[in-house]
């Protein structure tokens, strides 16, 4: 049974950088792409990007000047970094496993961490 | 970017009812649309993709049926476990765009 597990600072300051951590266990973390998606309070939900194991990348471009997505292989994790926040970035931030294209299901989510941006 | 609408934004509905969403696309997606349940305090759930697609696990009263720009949720007989907010997501172009939820809820 795969289980994907969000981790960071649930405070971040305006204009800082929101870092984020996805430890991804008991499943496979090769072959699959891995996907950070977001949801502001009462809001819905945003796609923020994905990563494949090999480290290649598709972001957002509404957020695509901002966002880093790297992977570790050797620890069966990927990370989000965002810059620059500000209150609109305050959200539940969910990691998920992304299944093989073209028809892209996310279909293992973490539970979700919520970052808060203020100072 | 696609746009995705979602009608209606909420469903009051009993235990028993047949419950239809409709997901619509700016742009026809082909059959690359998901569903996804929510419930408070919690991550979605993937219950459809590929548009018809039934999530290994998802109850068989859930099903998908559409193309393109039209797709539709169907819950054949709403149980208390399925008042929720439901969500589609097209994966033809990226990046993915969610529609705005239909919340279910208790009539």
């Known amino acids: 049974q795969v289980h994907l597990q969000e981790s960071g600072p649930g405070l971040v300051k305006p204009s800082e950088t929101l870092s984020l951590t996805c430890t991804v266990s008991?499943?496979?973390?090769?072959?699959?792409?891995w996907s950070w998606i977001r949801q502001p309070p009462g809001k819905g939900l945003e796609w923020i990007g994905y990563?494949?194991?090999?480290?290649?990348?598709n972001y957002n471009p509404s957020l695509k000047s901002r966002v880093t997505m790297s992977v570790d292989t050797s620890k069966n994790q990927f990370s989000l970094s965002l810059n620059s926040v500000t209150a609109a970035d305050t959200a539940v931030y969910y990691c998920a496993r992304v299944l093989v294209p073209p028809s892209w299901p996310m279909d293992v989510w973490g539970q979700g961490t919520t970052v808060t941006v203020s100072s | 970017d696609i746009q995705m609408t979602q009608s209606p934004s909420s469903v009051s509905a009993s235990v028993g009812d047949r419950v239809t969403i409709t997901c619509r696309a700016s742009l026809g997606v082909g059959n690359w649309l998901a569903w996804y349940q929510q419930k408070p305090g919690k991550a979605p759930r993937l219950l459809i993709y590929?548009?018809?697609s039934l999530q290994g696990g998802v109850p068989s009263r859930f099903s998908g049926s559409g193309s393109q720009r039209e797709f539709t949720l169907t819950i054949s007989s709403l149980q208390p476990e399925d008042f929720a907010t439901y969500y589609c997501?097209?994966?033809?172009?990226?990046?993915?765009?969610f529609g705005p939820g239909t919340k279910v809820d208790v009539k």
């Open positions: 997501q097209q994966a033809s172009q990226f990046p993915f765009t």
């Open positions: 590929a548009a018809s």
């Open positions: 008991g499943g496979s973390f090769s072959t699959y792409y």
């Open positions: 990563i494949y194991y090999t480290g290649s990348t």
